[in-house]
């Protein structure tokens, strides 16, 4: 069913059709059919998609809408938001993971039907997999009834079926002192179905929370005024004139009423069981196991670490944690029905999990300013340096990354926290989606507010915020999880570090991304050193640059334990993997740094040091780094790396230079005989792909496989595949001999033949392909052709901070093959030459800097 409320941008458009933007401009001022704005503002327009879309197909611009393209159309275009629309989208897309029968009996109908079904449906798959905030014990995403609702991250309480504040794990508020509670005893009554007795807060002379063994149940007269009871009587902490959720008994718990607003969402209501003493008490959240559901929180503590487990300074008495995941209702979900529907008949094409991954990676793709992402193969490689685990924390998840590189193993359990509401609800449903694992998340500041104050994990995986101010310095002076020392100001990364120590079990394993500062900055000398001396800190990995945002500084990973004994004469682990850069935007060799720094730890684990490696690795006495300064950077205590044969190797370095520089003498072109100027008849890139002499194809997706990716980069350097793609459920451009590529950022009139060698790797981003029809184009004709710097400069369009170049108005001669031809082997002859100077520009800076290298270190006389 098409959405006739879906809007769409120009961009979009230019999407759809496959033009530039500037090509919808020119159809907008030529055609006066062409659909007019909908929405959005003067200078940035929006369209219903619908009328662009039959537009479309009118001019014969497009055939049909590929189901992709038209769903993630209706997601970005919805009148929430995306962010709204991916959180509704992939409720619905675990639900037909989960239950695929379910949603079909629930879309059959229309979409109001669907919008009043899918709440209860929702509620019965979200609340085993998503779970509750066990940190604090509890079941359920925020009760039995997870506050519907609420949309994200709302922080709704429960109303029934496990009690008000059902996220303390307790069976029924104030149950852990002994009462009944709320929900009365061990087989509460079901909601709206009980005795007479009057619902809690229902008035100023009901008996209240806390009152006593035999404390009335929620909801439990027909004639109380309970919640949902639907009478203007005030129930649970709601407005005195909400109309009941669940008036309709045929509509599976949802609330179709479009009025209808949700429970506990009044500002003003008193909170239920806020007497000051409940988190208060030093034994309250100190169960024998971990995330413990019992009842009575004053179990005997564990591991000996009585004050691991107390509520952090910050942390409102009384608050329960605010669950990251609730389900929508009704007139939430109607707007979405016909996104929801889409979103189905694709799942039902790719996959569930991997229709969710295509439009979050579109989202994220489209918004890269807005979320700081760890790439897949760094949250690779920090999860197996954790090792295998049961029970993994995230606590600062953003969108998932990295606990989805864990392992999985039976019974999982996965933690996460964020601060931003948005990114912990995507994360629960990615995991969930991802894995059987049981998946808790919560939103919150988790140095200010921690969701899982009672949580002891196998490991702890972390890519903190860097360079955080306002971390909660003054309010957390006497924080215990301080164990090593109270974090001054500008070191926020240590108080993460901190965090993640007090968080594991006793052998336990944390990695964290940390800015390079952190191993040296003064301010954290202390720390730092306390963290060495009592065997806390493991090792301190240096990463290429490029290998994570901020790309342009070389990271470092940090790996921890939990100390179960203090080593006799510790040791920590230095590597440094800054040879395995890559160049500019391609990225670091991730094979390489992978298998270098697991090789290392992995040795270093199993003896307690590890053998010196020049220039990569070695185990550091922890003595011997208790100075003034502490400094863990690894590149100023690893011995340089060996000048293979010194003096030799340079000899050969300069050998090739000068068979180089002979080749490129030999490949110099002619003189230039003069020529009066062409007038050719002209043709474009865009005519030539609508007639079919060409594909033009744009890049960006990393695919199933793992191949090489060509980046803009490699083709501006001539240089072979160096770059990497996430993996996508999006097919990757492969390009194959004979293509030609053209970069459309940076402004520089640059086409390259792929060759053999090159042929197979995947199209990196900003790159468009070329696959010419032989018979009637050569390539090496159009190459040369498109690389006319007047002919860049008619086809780009000028930003305030960057060039973009639009292929399809690049021109080229219409010229019979013959001609083409001829054309085509002056260009290849330029191509050699160009790839000579540049291989002997890369020999002389390899020559010049080994020898100063030489020079200075000593390996190479003077003489």
């Known amino acids: 069913m098409q959405d006739n409320a879906t809007e769409v941008t120009a961009a979009g458009i230019a999407r759809l059709a496959g033009v530039g ?65 991916l959180v509704h989208t992939g409720c619905v897309l675990l639900l037909i993971h989960e239950r695929p029968t379910v949603w079909l009996d629930a879309s059959a109908g229309s979409d109001a039907r669907l919008a009043a079904m899918l709440p209860g ?20 995403v925020g009760g039995a009834r997870a506050g519907v609702g609420v949309g994200v991250g709302a922080g709704a309480g429960g109303v029934a079926g496990g009690g008000v504040n059902a996220a303390y794990g307790r069976p029924a508020v104030s149950g852990a002192f002994g009462q009944a509670g709320v929900n009365g005893p061990s087989n509460p009554p079901a909601v709206n179905t009980g005795s007479a007795s009057p619902g809690v807060n229902s008035g100023s002379e009901t008996s209240g929370v806390n009152s006593g063994s035999v404390a009335s149940s929620v909801n439990s007269g027909a004639a109380s005024p309970g919640v949902n009871s639907g009478s203007v009587a005030p129930g649970v902490n709601s407005s005195a004139a909400v109309p009941g959720v669940d008036p309709d008994p045929t509509a599976l718990g949802v609330s179709p009423a479009p009025t209808v607003p949700a429970v506990n969402s009044s500002p003003t209501a008193s909170t239920v069981n806020t007497p000051p003493t409940v988190h208060n008490d030093p034994a309250v959240h100190n169960p024998a196991s971990v995330g413990g559901d019992s009842a009575v929180h004053n179990a005997a503590t564990v591991h000996n670490r009585p004050t691991v487990h107390s509520t952090p300074p910050g942390t409102p008495a ?8 609730t389900p929508p209702t009704g007139p939430q979900l109607l707007p979405s029905a016909p996104l929801l529907r889409g979103a189905a008949e694709l799942a039902a094409e790719i996959g569930a999990r991997q229709t969710f991954e295509f439009l979050l990676g579109r989202h994220l793709d489209a918004n890269p300013r807005q979320y700081t992402l760890t790439p897949a193969e760094l949250a690779g490689l920090m999860a197996d340096l954790a090792g295998p685990a049961r029970t993994v924390l995230d606590p600062a998840c953003g969108t998932g990354a990295l606990l989805r590189a864990v392992d999985p193993r039976p019974g999982q359990e996965l933690y996460a926290q964020d601060n931003a509401p948005e990114l912990a609800a995507l994360s629960a449903l990615r995991l969930a989606l991802h894995s059987r694992a049981t998946v808790r998340a919560a939103v919150g500041d988790t140095l200010r507010a921690d969701a899982h104050p009672g949580l002891l994990a196998d490991a702890v995986l972390c890519h903190p915020p860097f360079n955080e101010r306002n971390w909660g310095h003054d309010e ?3 924080d215990p999880r301080w164990e090593y020392g109270f974090p001054a100001r500008t070191e926020s990364e240590l108080a993460w570090v901190q965090h993640a120590l007090a968080r594991l079990t006793d052998g336990g394993t944390a990695v964290l991304l940390m800015p390079p500062a952190a191993a040296s900055r003064r301010s954290g000398r202390r720390i730092r050193a306390d963290l060495l001396r009592r065997g806390a800190l493991r090792a301190v990995v240096a990463l290429p640059v490029g290998a994570a945002p901020p790309y342009n500084i070389p990271l470092h990973l940090w790996v921890l334990r939990r100390p179960d004994r203090t080593p006799a004469a510790p040791e920590v682990l230095l590597v440094d993997t800054g040879r395995f850069a890559g160049e500019a935007r391609g990225g670091p060799d991730w094979e390489a740094v992978r298998e270098a ?10 003896e307690g040091r590890l053998a010196e490696r020049p220039g990569l690795a070695r185990s550091v006495p922890v003595i011997e780094l208790l100075d003034d300064d502490v400094d863990l950077a690894p590149a100023r205590h690893l011995p340089p790396a060996a000048v293979a044969d010194g003096a030799e190797q340079l000899t050969q370095v300069r050998e090739r230079l000068g068979e180089t520089l002979r080749l490129a003498a030999d490949l110099t072109p002619p003189p230039a005989d003069p020529a009066p100027p062409a007038r050719w008849p002209l043709t474009t890139v865009g005519e030539l792909a609508r007639g079919g002499a060409l594909v033009m194809r744009t890049g960006g997706n990393g695919g199933h496989a793992r191949v090489p990716v060509l980046t803009d980069h490699d083709v501006l ?12 459920e999006e097919e990757a451009v492969l390009t194959e001999p004979g293509d030609v590529v053209v970069p459309v950022l940076g402004g520089g009139a640059m086409a390259r033949v792929i060759d053999g060698a090159t042929g197979g790797a995947a199209l990196g981003r900003n790159l468009v392909l070329l696959r010419p029809d032989r018979t009637a184009l050569d390539p090496w004709f159009l190459a040369g052709f498109l690389r006319g710097t007047a002919n860049n400069r ?50 002389g800076e390899q020559l010049v800097r080994g020898m100063y290298d030489g020079l200075t270190d000593g390996t190479v006389a003077p003489d």
Do not use: C, I, M
């Open 794 to 843: 008619q086809a780009s369009s000028y930003a305030s901070t960057a060039t973009r170049l639009d292929v399809r108005r690049l021109h080229l001669p219409r010229l019979p093959l013959e001609e083409q031809l001829r054309y085509g082997a002056r260009f290849r002859a330029l191509d050699e030459f160009e790839r000579a100077l540049r291989h002997a520009s890369r020999l």
């Open 318 to 325: 009384g608050s329960p944690p605010t669950p990251a995941l």
């Open 597 to 606: 720094v697991l090789d290392a730890w992995r040795a270093f684990a199993r």
């Open 21 to 85: 933007r500037a090509a919808v401009s020119n159809w907008r001022r030529r055609h006066a059919d062409f659909p007019k704005p909908v929405g959005g503002t003067e200078t940035s327009p929006s369209f219903a998609l619908a009328e662009v879309e039959a537009w479309l197909r009118k001019q014969g611009k497009l055939a049909e809408v590929p189901l992709r393209e038209r769903v993630w159309q209706q997601l970005a275009g919805h009148p929430e938001g995306p962010l709204t629309a």
């Open 476 to 478: 957390l002076a006497y």
């Open 717 to 728: 350097a001539g240089t072979a595949p160096s770059g990497t793609l996430p993996e996508s």
């Open 121 to 140: 449906a929702l509620e019965k798959v979200l609340t085993p997999r998503v779970g509750g905030v066990r940190g604090r014990g509890g079941t359920g």
